[in-house]
Structures are given as C-alpha cells and as structure tokens.
C-alpha cells in the first residue's frame, strides 16, 4: 500500500507513539481527551495531513500537526517526523503559584487570612 492519505485516529496516535496501545488510544478518544481541529471525535474518526490533534496527558494538552499518515507502529524517530509538536512550552517554575496548606482543625480562615491567601496566591485584585 503506498501513502495512504487518512487514517483512523487513534490509530494515528498508537502509531505516532503518542499511546501504548490502540485500545490506551480509544478510551482516551471515547473520555474526551483528543480533539482534532477544536472538535472532540470517535476513534473512527479519519485524520489528514494538515489536521490539529489535541491530546490530554497527565492534565497538559499536548498540541500535534499531522505531517504524514502512519498506519503501523514505527520507531521513535521515524514516528517525530509523522508530526509537528506545536505544544506551548510549559510556564517558568517562578511564576507557578504555590500550594497553599492550612493545618486541620484549624477552621475556616477569617477575612484577614483570606486576604494573605490571595495575596500569596496571586488572585489579589489589588496586586494586578
């Protein structure tokens, strides 16, 4: 068979390596997680060149063009050149808020608390 120019897509994304396996694939297609050009889709559903693979993975979205059909599982290398990884880079570590723990027991936090919360949190209206 020479190019093929669709494929299913979650054969696509077991071929690509992106998934294990094709069945990994097609209950993360039937949960919601991949979406091609905005759009969520079956695993029936046929990709092409050119088209946009969202997948969610460990809770990041990881943004994929489709740059060539594959139909079987190759190598790593030749799998990164059936797509183009147009992923945002991940925010810096400095600007990522921190996890704000309260002791048990200790109730509900009063106005003032709620303020410095916020404040260290960086949902204060005031600090924008």
């Known amino acids: 068979m020479s190019n093929p120019t ?5 054969v696509w994304l ?7 396996t094709r069945s990994a694939a097609t209950t993360a ?3 919601g997680h991949v979406r091609v050009n905005g759009d969520p889709v079956k695993a029936s559903y046929n990709v092409k060149i050119g088209d946009e693979v969202r997948v969610r993975i460990q809770g990041f979205d990881r943004i994929l063009g489709v740059e060539r059909i594959l139909l079987k599982r190759v190598g790593a290398p030749l799998a990164a050149e059936a797509y183009e990884d147009r992923t945002p880079p991940p925010p ?3 600007f990522v808020a ?3 723990h309260r002791d048990r027991g200790t109730g509900r936090p009063t106005k003032r608390e709620r303020r410095k919360i916020d404040r260290l949190t960086g949902r ?3 600090s924008r």
């Open 14 to 20: 077991w071929a690509v390596r992106v998934y294990k």
């Open 98 to 100: 921190p996890i704000v």
């Open 92 to 94: 810096p570590r400095e």
């Open 124 to 126: 204060d209206s005031r």
């Open 6 to 10: 669709t494929a299913r897509v979650d």
């Open 29 to 31: 297609i039937r949960g």
